[in-house]
């Protein structure tokens, strides 16, 4: 068995090496390889590099909201853990989570819908300089398309729900669209996934720390 003892900052390097070795000679978009690479890298999954969506300029757009000072809205405290909020500060940006707030948990009971629903109301009233960064909640992404249908346009959402109830309607909904997103099709995802698209261009645009 051989075992490698590597510095951490060298593993990371090492992982991503070893992914590009196993895509072998696949053609991949360079501004969409950062974050192909880095999704893989968090779950060891390869069914992302044909499953994950961009709609046209998406990572560009993306760039240009983050440094532009955008807040990254999640439907889960895990992808907010996940999501390095230091490198966001840089730009002027913070990462929020309604899910647990009170006065979401009490409009969602009255109202007998899912708190992230509800939380995605919550986010779109911060405006429209808004990344949403959905891992879980199928409901926070057909809210969405909700509000775009009603004229709301944030800057670019994230679709990445994982499991079966309404999880790849409601990603063909956000891919349909008229907003810039970054959609994992099927039923592949979670919080994990979502931070990881957010982490991935926050390090594209960090020279310290590159893919």
Known sequence: MNIQNLPPMEIEKESFRIITEELGDRTLD????????????????????DNLYFSP????????????????????????????????????GEVKCFMSDEDVAAAARAQGV???RISMDKGAALGENVIFAIGNAPTALIRLRELIDGGYRPK???????????????????????????VA????????????????????????RGS
């Open 30 to 49: 360079p501004e969409q390889a950062p974050i192909l690479k880095r999704v893989i890298h968090t779950t060891a999954d390869f069914d992302y590099a």
């Open 57 to 92: 300029n998406a990572v560009a757009l993306a760039k240009e909201a983050i440094r532009g000072g955008a807040t990254v809205v999640t439907d889960t405290q895990m992808a907010l853990s996940g999501i390095n909020k230091k490198t966001l500060a840089r730009f002027g």
């Open 114 to 116: 899912t708190r992230a």
């Open 156 to 182: 670019l959402i994230i679709g990445v729900p994982v499991g079966f109830v309404n999880v790849v309607p409601s990603k063909e909904l956000i891919i349909a669209s008229p907003v810039p997103c970054i």
């Open 185 to 208: 099709r099927g039923r592949k995802g979670g919080s994990n996934v979502a931070a990881s698209i957010v982490n991935a261009l926050l390090y594209s645009l960090d020279p310290a």
